[in-house]
T-cell receptor, first 114, second 112 residues
Framework: DTGVSQDPRHKITKRGQNVTFRCDPI?????LYWYRQTLGQGPEFLTY????????KSRLLSDRFSAERPKGSFSTLEIQRTEQGDSAMYLC????????????FGSGTRLTVV | DAKTTQPPSMDCAEGRAANLPCNHS???????VYWYRQIHSQGPQYIIH???NNETNEMASLIITEDRKSSTLILPHATLRDTAVYYC?????????????FGGGTRLMVKP
């Protein structure tokens, strides 16, 4: 296992378009998290899955954002009708139910909305 | 809301110890202190965590004061590759699935 994988690494889109990002967590991890990070700031929590159940959503996750983890393995984050303010790094992390070493983060997807 | 206060930036000479402070004066009895770092263009990386005892691993040492209101992350022999933003986070019981809440962190610059 090579850790948490995110795809794509970079995405440039025009305002108003829809985008979808994928996260493949470490295979034995049942918890999966999405975070957003803007330039110069720390990551901000967006949403959390335990297996396929989405257990928590931040108020940052507007109705244009939707996340899924259909079989409790990979997850997707979709942003509809993108806005320039959505430009950020989108980070995915995973952890086992019993955390010994914290979360493992992926390298992120950098979204630029033009 | 982040419950920690860290200096925004610090410098350290290569080969010397880097001591990164963190204040968490409102920490609760069941909250752990976690440290992560983020190297440019990468996701955050777990370093260490502790409840009240000092902890050491292959990356760093964590010193927590007796009243638990502050802690220090120590990188004993900093290298240029340790240049990163270091985040101190307090968080309840590490099996509860609670999310990490990041603050602004400390930008550590290791200089030759």
């Amino acid at each position: 296992d090579t850790g948490v994988s995110q795809d794509p690494r970079h995405k440039i889109t025009k305002r108003g378009q829809n985008v979808t990002f994928r996260c493949d967590p470490i295979s034995e991890h049942n918890r999966l998290y999405w975070y957003r990070q803007t330039l110069g700031q720390g990551p901000e929590f967006l949403t959390y899955f335990q297996n396929e159940a989405q257990l928590e959503k931040s108020r940052l996750l507007s109705d244009r954002f939707s996340a899924e983890r259909p079989k409790g393995s990979f997850s997707t984050l979709e942003i509809q009708r993108t806005e320039q303010g959505d430009s950020a790094m989108y980070l995915c992390a995973s952890s086992p139910r019993r955390e010994a070493y914290g979360y493992t983060f992926g390298s992120g997807t950098r979204l630029t909305v033009v | 809301d982040a419950k920690t206060t860290q200096p925004p930036s610090m410098d350290c000479a290569e080969g010397r110890a880097a001591n990164l402070p963190c204040n968490h004066s409102t920490i609760s009895g069941n909250e752990y202190v976690y440290w992560y770092r983020q190297i440019h263009s990468q996701g955050p990386q777990y370093i260490i965590h502790g409840l009240k005892n000092n902890e050491t691993n292959e990356m760093a040492s964590l010193i927590i004061t007796e009243d638990r209101k502050s802690s220090t992350l120590i990188l004993p022999h900093a290298t240029l590759r340790d240049t990163a933003v270091y985040y101190c986070i307090v968080r309840p019981n590490n099996n509860a699935g609670n999310m990490l809440t990041f603050g602004g962190g400390t930008r550590l610059m290791v200089k030759p």
